[in-house]
């Protein structure tokens, strides 16, 4: 069975970069069948796509990040990871991983299944 | 970018009942790229149903998806206990972009 675990700081000051891995386990991260994702969500809010990325390293990023996203993968350790720069409170979240089923490799989208998900505080 | 609105924000019925969610996008939408999701208190979201209308493996037949263009639907048909949650519609669009909706909270009545 396909696990992902989020792992990372819980704290962040603002100005910073945020960086967090997740881990795959039960299934091989260079599938060709699927991106992998991160996703977002605010304390007591809705969900937002954060970016994905494929096995070869291709990816995507929401605009609305304003370029302060990385995101990178390592096959030898069945991992990926991500970075976000220059944080603010705004960015204070739970942040999932998952694996993506994006129409750039299949013909429908999701995202299942998610990691537990990680808290992370941006504050001084 | 393709906004989409959920309604209503809050849906208050009884174990039993029927259930009903609306997902509308603010442009058309693919059915082939319309989510749905449920996620519980201190949980991270479950696949429900994707392509508009397929259910994901292992969820039961009470749930059901429909809907095309910018209205799209989902049906519970007799609410049981554990499916008070909160619900989102998701959606790929182009830049590329994928975006969820703000959700439905569906509470025991």
């Known amino acids: 069975q396909l696990q992902l675990q989020e792992s990372g700081p819980g704290l962040v000051k603002p100005s910073e970069t945020l960086s967090l891995t997740c881990t795959v386990s039960?299934?091989?991260?260079?599938?060709?069948?699927?991106?992998w994702g991160w996703i977002r969500q605010p304390p007591g809010k809705g969900l937002e796509w954060i970016g994905s990325?494929?096995?070869?390293?291709?990816?995507y990023d929401n605009p609305s990040l304003k370029s302060r996203v990385t995101i990178s993968v390592d096959t030898s350790k069945n991992q990926f990871s991500l970075k976000l720069s220059s944080v603010t409170a705004a960015d204070t979240a739970v942040y999932y991983c998952?694996?993506?089923?994006?129409?750039?490799?299949?013909?429908?989208?999701?995202?299942?299944?998610w990691g537990q998900g990680t808290l992370v505080t941006v504050s001084s | 970018e393709i906004v989409l609105t959920q309604s209503p924000g809050t849906l208050s019925l009884s174990p039993g009942e029927r259930a009903t969610l609306s997902c509308r996008a603010s442009?058309?939408?693919?059915?082939?790229?319309l989510t749905w999701y449920q996620q519980k208190p201190g949980q991270a979201p479950r696949l429900l149903i994707y392509?508009?209308?397929s259910r994901a493996t292992g969820i039961p037949d009470r749930f059901s998806g429909s809907g095309s263009g910018t209205d799209f639907t989902l049906t519970i048909s007799r609410l049981e206990p554990e499916d008070f949650a909160v619900y989102y519609c998701?959606?790929?669009?182009?830049?590329?972009?994928?975006?969820f909706g703000q959700g439905t909270k569906l509470e025991i009545k």
């Open positions: 998952a694996r993506h089923c994006d129409i750039a490799v299949a013909a429908y989208n999701w995202f299942d299944p």
């Open positions: 039960g299934g091989s991260i260079s599938s060709s069948s699927y991106y």
């Open positions: 990325i494929y096995y070869s390293g291709s990816t």
């Open positions: 442009q058309s939408v693919s059915s082939s790229y």
């Open positions: 392509g508009a209308s």
């Open positions: 998701q959606q790929y669009g182009s830049s590329p972009q994928y975006t």
